[in-house]
């Protein structure tokens, strides 16, 4: 199947088992390129519904202290373009499964060349793209582009986004719809905002089908636990990257952060 297919078919398990698709971000070259490529397939072996391949960028404009210094040691360490999709291409080799979207500016996207680097992701085994500085507006070359070559498209929206416009950024989504649970940049949080459950419902009426997943400040059992009944899916990456750190970037440690995600969600199964 193609990537949107498989995007679209891990939602699917995921609702069939009654709970949301667990997504987790790892900047590739974090904290080297041979040690992501082992953690990510690690994160995969847990439980992992869905991957997201940070692709290291100077002017990180979104991302939050924990992911800046992350790739920012990944950029010193020579990381570029084309070691992301090297490190996809591994992955599939190594019998990775799931699917692996790669999370980047457009920038690089655009150094590369849009058919290039569509081309080249696809050959690699990348199936979505997710480009959080590309507004609605000026989307609509890569997400066409994207939707040929098969890979699934993710555009973000925020909570502040009027209904009207939602609908509108949620109707590109060949993937899911990535909804941000705060106006700022990424990064854990002890406490989710106390309207981040209404948001969720009013995204996902305003998404009409497609599935909405919520990112930005994820880090805790009980996270989950009180969002899994609204989301189509759970977006975790400056916590894993914090334990990550924290553990010497130890695959048990973080594998074992996944499985008590997994294990955090009340079953919705009847």
């Known amino acids: 199947m193609n990537g949107i297919e498989a995007v679209r078919e891990a939602f699917r398990r995921a609702r069939g088992q009654g709970r949301p698709a667990l997504i987790f971000y790892w900047p590739v070259g974090y904290p080297d390129l041979e040690a992501s490529i082992r953690i990510v397939a690690a994160l995969a072996q847990a439980g992992a519904d869905l991957i997201e391949l940070g692709l290291p960028f100077s002017d ?3 991302d939050g202290p924990v992911i800046q210094r992350a790739t920012q040691r990944a950029l010193e360490g020579g990381v570029r373009t084309p070691h992301v999709l090297e490190a996809a291409a591994r992955l599939r080799a190594m019998g990775v499964r799931v ?10 996207v655009m150094a590369w060349g849009i058919s290039r680097f569509l081309a080249e992701a696809v ?3 990348v199936h979505g793209l997710i480009v959080p500085d590309l507004p609605l507006e000026e989307a609509e070359e890569l997400q066409v582009a994207a939707g040929a070559a098969g890979l699934a498209w993710v555009p973000l929206a925020a909570p502040t986004t009027p209904d009207e416009r939602l609908a509108r950024i949620a109707a590109t989504a060949t993937g899911f719809l ?3 649970s705060v106006t700022g940049i990424t990064g854990a949080r002890d406490q989710l905002p106390a309207d981040v459950l209404r948001h969720l419902r009013r995204a996902r009426r305003a998404a009409n089908g497609v599935p909405v997943a919520l990112g930005f400040g994820i880090s805790r059992p009980e996270h989950v636990r009180a969002l899994a009944s609204e989301a189509d899916g759970l977006i975790i990456g400056s916590a894993l990257i914090r334990l990550g ?3 010497g970037f130890d ?4 594998s074992a952060f996944v499985r008590a995600l997994r294990e955090a969600i009340p079953s919705f199964v009847e």
């Open 60 to 62: 990180p404009l979104a």
């Open 99 to 108: 699917p692996l979207c790669v999370m980047t500016y457009i920038n690089p």
């Open 123 to 125: 050959q690699a085994g």
């Open 178 to 180: 990535y909804l941000v």
């Open 245 to 247: 750190e924290a553990s």
């Open 251 to 254: 695959e048990e440690a973080l």
